[in-house]
């Protein structure tokens, strides 16, 4: 019979696994957040309108992680599996970033 227990060797594997599971992005959040984003940002009059917009976006979601950290540090939430992560937090934030670049002032 063979021997199914895992080696040490396998250990970096398995936890690899378990962290990456947990811990991946989910890419498909970020991307229905930056679809609505870009279908509000076209509905506003101009490109000044839309800097401003993504500037709030952005601070609103730089307080959002920040309460999400405190909360995750303090022990208070658990991240499981398919829950928030701050990754998601950090691609989100990068790419209202993206957008309010797009509509800044270039200076001479």
């Not at 599996?81 to 002032?105: C, M, N, V």
Request: some cysteine; glycine content about 2%.
């Amino acid at each position: 019979m063979p021997d199914t227990r895992e080696t040490s060797s396998d250990l970096p594997r398995t936890v690899e696994a378990v962290v990456n599971a947990i811990q991946q992005p989910s890419r498909d959040r970020t991307e229905q957040y930056a679809a609505r984003l870009d279908a509000h940002l076209a509905t506003l009059p101009d490109d000044a309108s839309r800097r401003r917009f993504c500037e709030a976006q952005a601070q609103h979601w730089i307080s959002l992680y920040e309460q999400w950290a405190r909360a995750v540090d303090s022990g208070r939430l658990k991240v499981e599996p398919g829950d928030p992560t701050a990754f998601d937090y950090t691609l989100t934030i990068a790419a209202i970033g993206q957008r309010k670049a797009k509509f800044a002032k270039v200076r001479a």
